[in-house]
């Protein structure tokens, strides 16, 4: 079955969209065809979270509630979903929700231009958990922008909830909503409006034979990158296809030797798979845009965007992970390391996309990863480190370092790699040897960072690697 | 009612409840008229250069389009400064700084309006653009003559001090980032009226300016304010957003909207001015300063704009809370090419504030001191010393009392470790 028509749950009713632009946003759609204006428009970009909103959906038939930025986002992509809006969330001026309430009696608000982009996210956090420690709060506010110096009032806001019962109007509809989601869940997309097409097909099958009879078209998961394209640069796309609705690339594999993510999973649900194995991933990601561009982006997403500065490519690059290229035919396996060519570029041939990233997993291996950015949350990294070393008897054994905003792709440092192996793990080995950063890298200057400047705190963390693993100094300050 | 339950008493904002449920109005939330059209600015990619020609036929023609302005379509004041001239709306022959608007589109959407600027040819002939203030310094390329505020012999003074010493200090530039972007929106009304709603903060003169431009009298032109996103300063002047929005309203005598687009405001609007300041300080032993010469520099763009206000406040701020008998302080007002620098929270105060607390800084590092006791001996005093630089006696002086209850309550000497 293939439908033309989008549908998802606004206002506790099936709603229904027949073709409808695939490039609008669903802030556009929000404020001019829904005529809704509580949620706002800042900078357009995911940047700011004005444009805040919620998304009911089902995950193993239990009601997750995802905080997205509708500025980036596609309208096709609420298929299946329950649409929450910041008006939803009183039902009349009078009854506001508890956290309406918190962020009034704290004082949450001044100019109120970023208020309901931080209720929306405070919203999602309240149904998602039941207790709110600081870092949950952190977490949840740190891809919204207050200018006039708020964050203190709605920080106090958010951790008063803690003694809030959590009961509210939408556990009480909790039920009926399932239901309705569990109705409107079977069939594929297929929308063609003017010469613009989208296709969110439901199978791996379906999805090939829609890459076989269609060319330059788009994949889309999390569309956070892909967006900018309209929202930016007033461009068109002409073709997606959504790979959100495949359930066979939503997992995640866990043997004891690797860990396998398919290219439906979200940096957010990873971040808490990956925190075990490897605390610096975590830590790492939990600096990684937002909850709202984590909620939607994907870690295959990343890896096929192939910036340059990619947050994960440098992690997943020492981690010596593996990615599997679906082709029309059969899946292939390389390094990710032969992945990139060149700015952007990558070795995906027409027709062909990710699968899943494989990563091993080694316990005996020293891991740490190093995000260096002008901003501690919901930034861009200036310089991204990665180490992931096997010592033993003070010998390295194995050295794999990688870089992001070192070159115009992320790359493995193979000359110092190659001058660190089999070396003695000393203070003396990194000081020498990390003057063979220029040989390995030639950085740009642009508005992050200067060449010399990226050249010198690459060298830096080199050496931060070695004081943290040697266990001497602790180095590590917080936000 | 006490004092202190007056002052105490916990109150909520008068729109926090409309704000956290979405209900509070801004201007782009504001029903539109039926007949609306959508605004969007052409603007220059140049930091200076000759106007040679700026071809708009495929502008016109692109979809959607209802209208171009360009400063031909201007029947009054083609300038939006409120206290001198030098910001035009559009520019006849020349680009003064990258981001400087050129025309204007209506259009069906906002989203058509944004597609068809782009598609302008503008033809320059280039010119040496002055961009940084050391350059501009370099060319004395300023708005106005320096300003200069003298107290005694600052010179000898230094001269004769046990201590001297010399720096320079920057404080960088900065983007409002008002949560709510520039919007306007403008409804012509009878007899050549205009309904203007402009996210400004400063209303009165929004409506001076467009009646200026118009050649109309104020009292045709009403500007609404119910509240605003954020402004910062950076709602102060920036009366183009509305002057371009009520201009193409004129043009089409239609309900026009125009709301830039992030990052056309982040290019197209000014921002805080950044300071350059050189000094030589002389000083005593404790640190007392005898003697400081100042020369405050700052950029102010590419028109004065409030810049004159903003410098003559850091000017004045310069003392911070310090009593420096003998002292000259100049001010230069840097033109450059770039968006004219406007006011931004504090007004130029902050900025010369920190320029003295830097040179107090400077002191401690070098007789290797406590900070605290250089601000100590340089505090302004209760009945003698207490005479600012620019002749005004201090009253109501509670620095000192208040620096050593702080220096208690907050446990400064144990947490200076």
Redesign the interface.
């Known amino acids: 079955m293939v439908s033309d028509t989008i549908q998802f749950i606004y206002n506790n009713k099936i709603y229904k969209v027949k073709n409808p632009d695939p490039n609008q946003t669903i802030l556009d759609f929000i404020?001019s065809d829904l005529k809704?204006?509580?949620?706002?428009?800042?900078?357009?970009?995911g940047g700011?979270g004005?444009c805040t909103i919620v998304l009911g959906e089902l995950k193993n038939k239990k009601l997750i509630y995802k905080s997205i930025n509708s500025c980036i986002s596609f309208l096709p992509i609420i298929n299946g979903k329950h649409l929450i809006?910041?008006?939803n969330?009183?039902s009349g001026?009078n009854k506001?929700h508890p956290?309406?309430e918190a962020?009034?009696?704290f004082?949450?608000?001044?100019?109120?231009?970023?208020?309901?982009g931080f209720?929306m996210s405070m919203f999602a956090m309240y149904k998602n958990f039941s207790k709110f420690s600081d870092e949950i709060i952190d977490e949840t506010l740190s891809g919204n922008?207050?200018?006039?110096t708020g964050y203190r009032p709605i920080i106090d806001a958010a951790k008063s909830l803690n003694s809030r019962n959590t009961n509210d109007e939408f556990k009480k509809n909790e039920k009926k909503n399932i239901n309705m989601l569990n109705k409107i869940q079977v069939e594929d997309i297929e929308i063609s409006y003017k010469n613009k097409k989208y296709f969110a097909p439901k199978t791996l099958t379906n999805l090939k034979r829609i890459l076989k009879n269609n060319s330059n078209i788009k994949f889309l998961s999390g569309g956070t990158d892909l967006s900018l394209e309209v929202t930016?640069k007033?461009g068109e796309i002409e073709k997606i296809i959504s790979l959100n609705s495949i359930k066979e690339l939503k997992f995640i594999k866990e043997t004891r030797k690797f860990i396998e993510v398919g290219s439906g999973v979200s940096l957010y649900e990873f971040q808490n798979v990956i925190k075990p194995y490897y605390p610096d991933f975590y830590n790492i990601l939990k600096r990684y845009g937002s909850v709202q561009i984590r909620n939607v982006g994907t870690l295959v997403g990343n890896i096929a965007t192939a910036s340059p500065i990619g947050d994960s490519l440098p992690l997943l690059l020492s981690l010596d992970s593996k990615i599997k290229i679906q082709t029309l035919k059969s899946i292939k396996t390389i390094p990710l390391s032969e992945f990139f060519l060149s700015y952007r570029k990558t070795k995906l041939k027409k027709g062909e996309f990710l699968y899943s990233v494989e990563i091993p997993i080694n316990k005996h291996n020293h891991f740490k990863a190093y995000k260096i950015s002008r901003r501690f949350d919901d930034d861009i990294s200036s310089v991204c480190a990665s180490f992931n070393f096997l010592i033993k008897k003070n010998i390295i054994l194995k050295a794999n370092i990688a870089y992001g905003g070192m070159s115009e792709i992320p790359k493995r440092a193979t000359i110092i790699e190659k001058a660190l192996t089999n070396s003695v793990f000393s203070e003396d080995t990194f000081s020498k040897v990390k003057n063979l950063m220029d040989a390995d890298y030639s950085p740009i200057d642009d508005m992050r960072a200067s060449k010399n400047y990226r050249m010198d705190v690459a060298k830096n963390l080199m050496m931060k690697f070695f004081y943290e693993v040697s266990g001497k100094q602790d180095l590590r300050v917080n936000s | 009612m006490k004092n202190s339950e007056l002052i105490s008493k916990n109150l909520i904002h008068d729109s926090g409840k409309k704000h956290v449920s979405g209900f509070a109005e801004y201007i782009d939330d504001i029903t539109e008229p039926s007949n609306i059209l959508h605004g969007a600015i052409g603007w220059g990619k140049k930091a200076h250069a000759k106007i040679k020609k700026i071809d708009l036929k495929d502008v016109k023609n692109s979809e959607g389009v209802k209208a171009v302005v360009t400063y031909l379509d201007i029947p009054g004041r083609n300038d939006v400064g409120p206290v001198f001239d030098g910001d035009p709306i559009f520019p006849k022959t020349k680009v003064e700084y990258y981001g400087q608007p050129l025309f204007a589109v209506a259009a069906t959407s906002v989203d058509l309006a944004r597609k068809a600027v782009l598609k302008a040819k503008v033809y320059y002939k280039e010119l040496k653009p002055v961009i940084t203030i050391k350059e501009s310094l370099k060319k004395n390329n300023l708005l106005f003559k320096p300003r200069i505020i003298k107290k005694g012999n600052p010179t000898q003074k230094i001269l004769k001090s046990k201590n001297k010493i010399r720096g320079n200090f920057t404080t960088g530039s900065q983007e409002h980032f008002y949560l709510e972007g520039q919007v306007a929106l403008a409804i012509p009304k009878e007899d050549k009226n205009f309904l203007v709603y402009s996210s400004t903060q400063h209303p009165s003169e929004t409506q001076q300016i467009i009646a200026k431009m118009l050649n109309q009298k104020s009292n045709s032109v009403d500007v609404m304010v119910r509240r605003i996103g954020g402004g910062f300063g950076g709602k102060e002047t920036n009366f183009i957003t509305a002057a371009i929005c009520c201009l193409l309203s004129h043009k089409t005598k239609r309900p026009i909207k125009l709301r830039l687009d992030r990052d056309d405001d982040m290019i197209i609007t000014g921002k805080r001015h950044d300071f350059f300041s050189d000094y030589e300080v002389g000083f005593d032993d404790n640190g007392k300063i005898n003697g400081l010469k100042f020369k405050l520099a700052s950029r102010c763009g590419m028109s004065p704009d409030l810049s004159l206000a903003i410098n003559e406040r850091a000017l004045l701020h310069i003392d911070n809370a310090y009593f420096i008998k003998d002292i000259e302080v100049k001010n230069f007002l840097c033109k450059t090419n770039t968006a004219s620098s406007t006011a931004f929270r504090g007004f130029g105060g902050n900025q010369g504030m920190m320029a003295i607390e830097n040179v107090i800084d400077n002191i401690s590092r070098y007789l290797k001191k406590d900070s605290a006791d250089v601000r100590k001996v340089n505090f302004y005093g209760k009945n003698k010393n207490n005479i600012t630089h620019y002749g005004m006696k201090i009253k109501d002086n509670v620095i000192n009392e208040l620096f050593e209850e702080l220096k208690i309550k907050s446990n400064y000497k144990k947490r200076f470790q």
């Open positions: 404020r809704k204006t509580g949620t706002k428009e800042g900078c357009a970009e700011c004005a809006l910041i008006e969330l009183s001026s506001l956290v309406q962020m009034v009696k004082h949450g608000s001044q100019c109120g231009f970023c208020t309901p209720v922008l207050c200018r006039c930016k007033r």
